[in-house]
Nanobody, 126 residues
Framework: QVQLVESGGGLVQSGGSLKLTCAAS??????MAWFRQAPGKERQGAAC????????FYAESVKGRFTISKDNDRDTVYLQMDDLKDEDPAVYYC?????????????????????WGQGTQVTVSS
Protein backbone atom coordinates (compact mmCIF):
# COMPACT_ATOMS: atom_id res chain seq x y z
CA GLN A 1 0.00 0.00 0.00
CA VAL A 2 1.54 3.26 -1.17
CA GLN A 3 0.85 6.12 1.21
CA LEU A 4 2.09 9.68 1.67
CA VAL A 5 0.93 11.61 4.73
CA GLU A 6 1.73 15.27 5.36
CA SER A 7 1.70 16.91 8.77
CA GLY A 8 3.01 20.01 10.52
CA GLY A 9 0.88 22.74 9.01
CA GLY A 10 -0.61 25.51 11.07
CA LEU A 11 -0.86 29.24 11.58
CA VAL A 12 2.25 31.39 11.86
CA GLN A 13 2.91 35.12 11.73
CA SER A 14 4.77 36.69 8.86
CA GLY A 15 8.48 36.09 9.33
CA GLY A 16 7.90 32.94 11.34
CA SER A 17 8.76 29.32 10.63
CA LEU A 18 7.10 25.93 10.23
CA LYS A 19 8.47 22.48 9.50
CA LEU A 20 6.32 20.13 7.44
CA THR A 21 6.70 16.35 7.44
CA CYS A 22 5.89 13.85 4.70
CA ALA A 23 5.80 10.24 5.88
CA ALA A 24 5.97 7.99 2.83
CA SER A 25 5.56 4.23 2.90
CA UNK A 26 4.80 1.23 0.73
CA UNK A 27 6.77 2.30 -2.33
CA UNK A 28 10.18 2.48 -3.91
CA UNK A 29 10.79 6.20 -3.70
CA UNK A 30 13.68 7.74 -5.61
CA UNK A 31 12.72 11.33 -4.88
CA MET A 32 10.13 13.59 -3.35
CA ALA A 33 8.68 16.98 -4.16
CA TRP A 34 6.71 19.58 -2.25
CA PHE A 35 3.92 21.49 -3.97
CA ARG A 36 1.52 24.12 -2.74
CA GLN A 37 -1.88 25.33 -3.84
CA ALA A 38 -3.55 28.53 -2.73
CA PRO A 39 -7.29 29.12 -3.19
CA GLY A 40 -8.08 29.89 -6.81
CA LYS A 41 -4.52 29.17 -7.93
CA GLU A 42 -2.87 26.27 -9.71
CA ARG A 43 -0.73 23.83 -7.81
CA GLN A 44 2.89 24.95 -7.97
CA GLY A 45 6.15 23.28 -7.09
CA ALA A 46 8.19 24.52 -4.15
CA ALA A 47 11.01 22.03 -3.61
CA CYS A 48 12.25 18.64 -4.79
CA UNK A 49 14.96 16.16 -3.84
CA UNK A 50 16.67 13.28 -5.62
CA UNK A 51 17.25 10.61 -2.98
CA UNK A 52 20.31 9.03 -4.57
CA UNK A 53 22.58 12.04 -4.20
CA UNK A 54 20.33 14.32 -2.08
CA UNK A 55 20.46 17.01 -4.73
CA UNK A 56 17.78 19.62 -4.12
CA PHE A 57 15.80 21.96 -6.32
CA TYR A 58 13.74 24.99 -5.34
CA ALA A 59 11.29 27.35 -6.91
CA GLU A 60 12.70 30.85 -7.13
CA SER A 61 9.92 32.12 -4.88
CA VAL A 62 11.12 30.03 -1.92
CA LYS A 63 14.86 29.76 -2.57
CA GLY A 64 16.83 30.80 0.48
CA ARG A 65 13.83 30.44 2.78
CA PHE A 66 12.70 26.79 2.39
CA THR A 67 14.84 23.68 2.84
CA ILE A 68 13.93 20.12 1.85
CA SER A 69 15.60 17.26 3.73
CA LYS A 70 15.21 13.53 4.35
CA ASP A 71 15.76 11.07 7.18
CA ASN A 72 18.69 8.77 6.44
CA ASP A 73 16.96 5.52 7.36
CA ARG A 74 13.40 5.94 6.17
CA ASP A 75 11.28 7.66 3.55
CA THR A 76 10.36 10.66 5.65
CA VAL A 77 10.92 14.04 4.05
CA TYR A 78 10.72 17.49 5.59
CA LEU A 79 10.15 21.01 4.39
CA GLN A 80 11.63 23.60 6.70
CA MET A 81 9.95 26.92 5.95
CA ASP A 82 11.58 30.05 7.33
CA ASP A 83 10.74 33.73 6.93
CA LEU A 84 7.19 32.95 5.87
CA LYS A 85 5.53 35.64 3.82
CA ASP A 86 1.97 36.56 2.96
CA GLU A 87 2.33 34.85 -0.43
CA ASP A 88 3.11 31.48 1.17
CA PRO A 89 -0.30 30.45 2.62
CA ALA A 90 -1.57 27.35 0.84
CA VAL A 91 -2.27 23.69 1.21
CA TYR A 92 1.12 21.99 0.98
CA TYR A 93 1.41 18.54 -0.60
CA CYS A 94 4.24 16.06 -0.90
CA UNK A 95 4.38 14.02 -4.08
CA UNK A 96 6.42 11.32 -5.76
CA UNK A 97 6.10 8.72 -8.49
CA UNK A 98 6.28 4.95 -9.00
CA UNK A 99 9.24 5.42 -11.33
CA UNK A 100 12.32 7.66 -11.09
CA UNK A 101 11.73 11.24 -12.12
CA UNK A 102 13.86 14.33 -12.69
CA UNK A 103 13.23 17.08 -10.14
CA UNK A 104 14.02 19.84 -12.61
CA UNK A 105 11.03 18.71 -14.66
CA UNK A 106 8.67 17.48 -11.96
CA UNK A 107 8.92 20.64 -9.86
CA UNK A 108 7.24 22.53 -12.69
CA UNK A 109 4.81 19.77 -13.67
CA UNK A 110 2.58 18.36 -10.93
CA UNK A 111 0.70 16.26 -13.49
CA UNK A 112 3.89 14.26 -14.05
CA UNK A 113 3.66 12.76 -10.55
CA UNK A 114 1.04 10.22 -9.52
CA UNK A 115 1.64 9.69 -5.79
CA TRP A 116 0.23 12.41 -3.54
CA GLY A 117 -0.59 13.05 0.06
CA GLN A 118 -3.76 14.73 1.26
CA GLY A 119 -2.05 18.01 2.08
CA THR A 120 -1.55 20.14 5.16
CA GLN A 121 -2.75 23.73 5.56
CA VAL A 122 -0.29 26.55 6.13
CA THR A 123 -1.71 29.92 7.14
CA VAL A 124 0.30 33.13 7.55
CA SER A 125 -1.01 36.08 9.51
CA SER A 126 0.21 39.66 9.34
Amino acid sequence: QVQLVESGGGLVQSGGSLKLTCAASGGRYTGMAWFRQAPGKERQGAACMHFNDRRTFYAESVKGRFTISKDNDRDTVYLQMDDLKDEDPAVYYCASDRVPFPCQIAINSPLSLDLWGQGTQVTVSS
